[in-house]
């Protein structure tokens, strides 16, 4: 490297760490006008609907009240980042597009469950009756023309929670999908050939070709409800994102994608000061609105570096909690008993003793460490 390219690139990064901290200032200072808006519209766990089963915990009662969609601080401050100083057609446009798809689905979930009423979903053998019996025969065939649709609806409840006031699991796959889809039409269509191609450690390639498209749109759905599931406890996403987005951070910058190198600053910014006000005892939770829109930007983010390959590495704890709920699923449904105490995984620990505080910890520590070995096995 020449004395100009060293000086261009110690430029470059110290301008993306001015996005960095300009973001950090810019959530706190944003923090205590929505903390404000959460408490004075009690927008709280608390007012949710359906069972919480982690209301068996004692130490959880007390975040009964606490406020949630505090998401909400971290996308709107990558907003006004990212519009403001960094929006690019090229590589920004997408990625923010995908957010925010994202976010208004978690968030339109977070505020169905806290001022929604309970939503019911027909049930196969009602569905059925009503096929054979209604007195209006063109009613008769609109439910039979949508039976397979209430099959999918059926049996997308065996893999998501009570569905209470929110949004059903179906409604979110599809929206899940659109944003996948979306992705890879970016990747697939705008972005060309190059990026058919998944690098591999240590000079490897796959040219995936058409495949790219479906594998995209089940990473993308995949992390974002990842990201969502291990926002159990107190701090520990915001906790694990950072060093996630730091990474994407720092292999932007390495690879020569500046906007994006931008962007996840920014994001790591914003995290800090949502990690802030989120450690026990946490000012605000983060919600859908912040867990489904974080989770999808981190997989486009990766996609669109070319990193899939490591991505696994950097979102280790995610994948493994979601997993966690995974095996728990087949395990009750093919097994019929648990495999874990509990799912997601931290609640696992939680029941067998460990304390609110070590379990977080720990999970950042192992977090922390497998991304790094990500970033060393990218460098590869």
């Not at 995908?98 to 469950?113: E, F, K, P, Y």
């Not at 019911?120 to 019996?133: A, D, E, M, Q, Y």
């Not at 690879?255 to 989120?278: D, M």
Request: charged share 15%; glycine share 8%; aromatic share 14%.
């Amino acid at each position: 490297m020449g004395v100009a390219d060293f000086f261009l690139n110690k430029n470059i990064i110290a301008e993306t760490l001015v996005y960095l901290i300009a973001s950090a200032l810019l959530a706190f200072a944003i923090t205590p006008i929505l903390t404000f808006f959460l408490s004075k519209y009690k927008i709280t766990a608390g007012r949710r609907g359906g069972f919480d089963p982690t209301l068996l915990f004692e130490s959880r009662k007390e975040k009964w009240h606490t406020p949630t969609m505090g998401g909400v601080l971290i996308i709107l401050t990558i907003l006004i980042i990212t519009l403001t100083f960094n929006w690019h057609r090229s590589f920004t446009f997408v990625p923010i597009g995908v957010m925010m798809l994202s976010a208004l689905l978690g968030g339109v979930d977070d505020l169905l469950n806290i001022f929604g009423k309970k939503r019911r979903c027909r049930n196969l053998k009602h569905t059925w009756r009503l096929i054979k019996v209604h007195k209006n025969i063109l009613m008769r065939l609109w439910y039979l023309i949508l039976l397979p649709w209430t099959i999918f609806k059926r049996l997308s409840l065996k893999i998501g929670s009570h569905p209470g006031k929110g949004v059903f699991v179906h409604e979110k796959l599809i929206l899940q999908f659109l944003a996948g889809s979306i992705t890879a039409w970016w990747i697939y269509f705008k972005l060309g050939e190059h990026w058919r191609i998944i690098d591999l450690p240590f000079d490897g390639a796959i040219n995936t070709g058409f495949w790219i498209i479906p594998l995209i749109i089940l990473i993308v759905m995949f992390t974002a409800n990842a990201v969502n599931i291990a926002d159990g406890m107190d701090g520990l996403a915001g906790g694990m994102l950072i060093p996630t987005f730091s990474a994407l951070f720092f292999l932007s910058w390495l690879q020569g994608f500046e906007e994006l190198a931008f962007l996840n600053a920014t994001v790591v910014g914003a995290l800090i000061a949502y990690t802030y006000f989120n450690i026990k005892p946490a000012r605000f939770q983060m919600g859908d609105i912040g867990s489904l829109a974080l989770g999808a930007l981190l997989a486009v983010n990766t996609i669109a570096i070319k990193e899939i390959a490591i991505l696994p590495f950097i979102a280790f704890m995610f994948y493994i909690e979601a997993f966690s709920v995974i095996i728990q699923l087949l395990g009750r449904h093919f097994l019929n008993r648990r495999i874990f105490a509990m799912a997601p995984l931290h609640h696992h620990f939680e029941l067998r003793g460990w304390s609110e505080e070590k379990t977080i910890m720990r999970f950042w520590i192992i977090h922390l460490f497998v991304v790094i070995i990500g970033i060393w096995i990218s460098l590869h």
